[in-house]
């Protein structure tokens, strides 16, 4: 690429940056927010911004017959911004990829793990999206427009990934000797059985059976007791976040399994559905989080707005029960009119 080209990226990068100096960690938080209110269990969100150097190497790069891979490098490289999650076991990966098409416009999807198998190889597994950011997520109003790329991962392929990618690093401008290579062929192999053998203790861990009316309501017991109350309906929550729920309910002086099961009605439930425009099925506490705020109103963002570690919960909370009140307030007029017209 000619230096005035390369002078024009460094230009356009360089001034990105300053107008977006907390991109990434808008991003992971945004991201985190998606996932757990959709209940997809998920070890952690990873974003970056990509250096200049790394994007100028990027943008010099041609094909064997001399053309540049990317004429217009601010345009059609899509990594500038990328985000890793890394999901405990592979059932997970579907669900990571409905939230994002619900939520994002999907330019490119890619299992790299597919392409691999298919091939006939063991190696690289890893799902890759472009998505463009439109205006479906209110914290990332100030992106609409941005393509952005999301690599999913298990835990398994990312540790294969990062090690494999630190020894032919390592290696330079060598070769990796034949045992090398057959080495990491075997551990691929190994970690695609791993990953099949975790998929199925998690097809396998349903917690099913009797809930004793007298149960404690704590972190521990809470995930248990809501797939007997809920069954499937609800995607459980990442396990860290019960915890949160707890301190939810204990907030709001729900204590005991009957409460907690009048709080889970069929009518409310309905209600917050239809207030909140769920781009998916919300996950268990992002659920009884909006119950809970829909049944205490005021009370209940006055008693959790600090619980967690979100800055913005209080308001967040607040948009949302401006979201009931709306609702609320159509289904009185609606009702009001039908009495009108009945008398």
Do not use: C
Not at 51 to 78: C, N, Q, V
Not at 186 to 208: C, M, R, T, Y
Not at 296 to 309: L, N, P, V
């Amino acid at each position: 690429m000619a230096d005035n080209g390369i002078s024009k990226l460094g230009n356009q990068y360089h001034e990105w940056l300053r107008a977006h100096p907390t991109a990434a960690v808008e991003f992971g938080d945004a991201i985190e927010d998606l996932l757990n209110d959709a209940g997809v269990i998920f070890d952690r969100v990873s974003p970056r911004v990509k250096g200049w150097p790394s994007l100028k190497a990027k943008a010099k790069k041609r094909f064997p017959d001399g053309t540049l891979m990317y004429p217009r490098p601010w345009e059609e490289i899509h990594d500038v911004l990328g985000v890793r999650v890394t999901v405990f076991h592979s059932t997970a990966i579907p669900e990571a990829l409905e939230v994002f098409g619900e939520s994002f416009k999907v330019i490119r999807s890619v299992d790299k793990a597919a392409q691999t198998r298919i091939s006939g190889g063991f190696g690289y597994g890893s799902h890759h999206l472009i998505l463009t950011v439109t205006n479906a997520i209110e914290e990332l109003s100030d992106y609409e427009g941005l393509t952005f790329e999301v690599q999913i991962r298990t835990v398994l392929q990312h540790a294969w990934a990062e090690f494999e990618h630190d020894i032919r690093y390592k290696q330079g401008p060598n070769q990796p000797s034949p045992q090398v290579d057959r080495l990491f062929t075997l551990a691929a192999g190994l970690i695609e059985l791993a990953d099949q053998q975790f998929d199925e203790i998690a097809a396998l861990k349903d917690p099913s059976g009797d809930t004793d009316e007298d149960v404690e309501l704590n972190a521990e017991t809470l995930p248990g007791v809501l797939a007997v109350v809920l069954g499937g309906r609800f995607p459980r929550s990442r396990s860290d976040h019960y915890r949160f729920l707890s301190e939810l309910l204990e907030a709001n002086n729900v204590t005991s399994l009957g409460q907690l099961q009048a709080l889970l009605n069929a009518g409310d439930i309905a209600f917050v559905h239809e207030a909140m425009h769920y781009r998916f099925r919300p996950g268990q506490v992002r659920l009884i989080d909006d119950l809970l705020l829909n049944k205490f109103g005021k009370k209940h963002i006055d008693a959790t707005w600090s619980i967690g570690d979100r800055a913005d919960r209080r308001r967040r909370l607040n948009g949302r029960f401006k979201n009931l009140q709306a609702l609320r307030a159509h289904s009185a007029k609606d009702s009001e009119r039908n009495t009108r017209e009945k008398n």
